[in-house]
T-cell receptor
């Protein structure tokens, strides 16, 4: 079946540190890949996406590259801020007959001043 | 443009009762999906509705059901509640098969 594995949290960083959250996937077809962010007490917000191999998604200083050869979609940011503290979810969606999002377990990021 | 709204935001029920949650999608969006979020299982897909028809269904027991109305608003119902149904229930809407926009969720606690 389809699945997403992302690094266990929590991750604690100091402001301006470099962030990497690893994400790998297993899929029977050619998925689109997503990173969602969830701030405390809120729903999910789409952070970035990539729909095919070698695509790079980027938003708000975050980046992730769709690597088909390693089935990965790692999230990176060069300099985190306190306001980036949230839970981050990696997800995949197979186009075609099944439209559902399959999520990883989520990674809690805490950024200290 | 108003976002996805879910009501109620918080709900407390006891085992054996039933519950109905409501989701109003973004205006013009015809697809509504539901997800259950728990600490143990994470985010799991429940079902998706498009133009009043269930298009996809996840691996949940028949106690979980849903429907969509002609104005695209959706409801999900859980009958014979169990302790394990305590979760955050998230609704997402989209234009057909485009980006999904999530609501703030309904926090259900079963005692």
């Amino acid at each position: 079946g389809n699945s997403v594995t992302q690094m266990e949290g929590p991750v604690t960083l100091s402001e301006e540190a470099f962030l990497t959250i690893n994400c790998t996937y297993t899929a029977t077809g050619y998925p689109s890949l997503f990173w969602y962010v969830q701030y405390p007490g809120e729903g999910l917000q789409l952070l970035l996406k990539a729909t095919k191999a070698d695509d790079k998604g980027s938003n708000k200083g975050f980046e992730a590259t769709y690597r088909k050869e390693t089935t990965s979609f790692h999230l990176e940011k060069g300099s985190v801020q306190v306001s980036d503290s949230a839970v981050y979810f990696c997800a995949l969606r197979l186009e075609g007959s099944n439209y559902k999002l399959t999520f990883g377990k989520g990674t809690l990021l805490t950024v200290n001043p | 443009k108003a976002g996805v709204t879910q009501t109620p935001r918080y709900l407390i029920k006891t085992r054996g009762q039933q519950v109905t949650l409501s989701c109003s999608p973004i205006s013009g969006h015809r697809s509504v999906s539901w997800y259950q979020q728990t600490p143990g299982q994470g985010l799991q897909f429940l079902f998706e509705y498009f133009s009043e028809t269930q298009r996809n269904k996840g691996n949940f027991p028949g106690r979980f059901s849903g429907r969509q109305f002609s104005n695209s608003r959706s409801e999900m119902n859980v009958s014979t509640l169990e302790l394990g149904d305590s979760a955050l229930y998230l609704c997402a809407s989209s234009l057909g098969r485009g980006e999904q926009f999530f609501g703030p969720g309904t926090r259900l606690t079963v005692l």
